[in-house]
């Protein structure tokens, strides 16, 4: 089992570096997987409407807005915070 924070542990840690369409889920409670996702080497880049760096949680958010909404998004270096915060 591999450990991702104080309260959760995995079977399988999937290293990747881009952000995929679709994420695989596993049903099988026995075998539970983590996605870590290294952007450093993107080159996109990812600041919010401040210039500020975005979150992973931000970046994944934006991704999944563009795949729901992709006609508001001509120009791939666009990200938009689907939210209210």
């Given amino acids: 089992m591999i450990k991702i924070n104080c309260q959760q542990w995995v079977h399988e840690l999937v290293q990747t570096t881009e952000l995929h369409k ?9 075998r539970t ?4 996702v290294d952007l450093t080497g993107s080159k996109n880049i990812y600041l919010d409407g401040k210039g500020q760096q975005m979150l992973m949680s931000a970046i994944i958010q934006d991704a ?10 001509l120009d791939t270096n666009i990200f ?5 915060d």
Avoid: E, H, Q
């Fill in 22 to 30: 679709n994420w695989p889920v596993s049903t099988d409670p026995n």
């Fill in 33 to 36: 997987v983590a996605y870590l």
């Fill in 64 to 73: 999944v807005c563009k795949l729901l909404f992709p006609a508001l998004f």
């Fill in 80 to 84: 938009l915070i689907c939210s209210d």
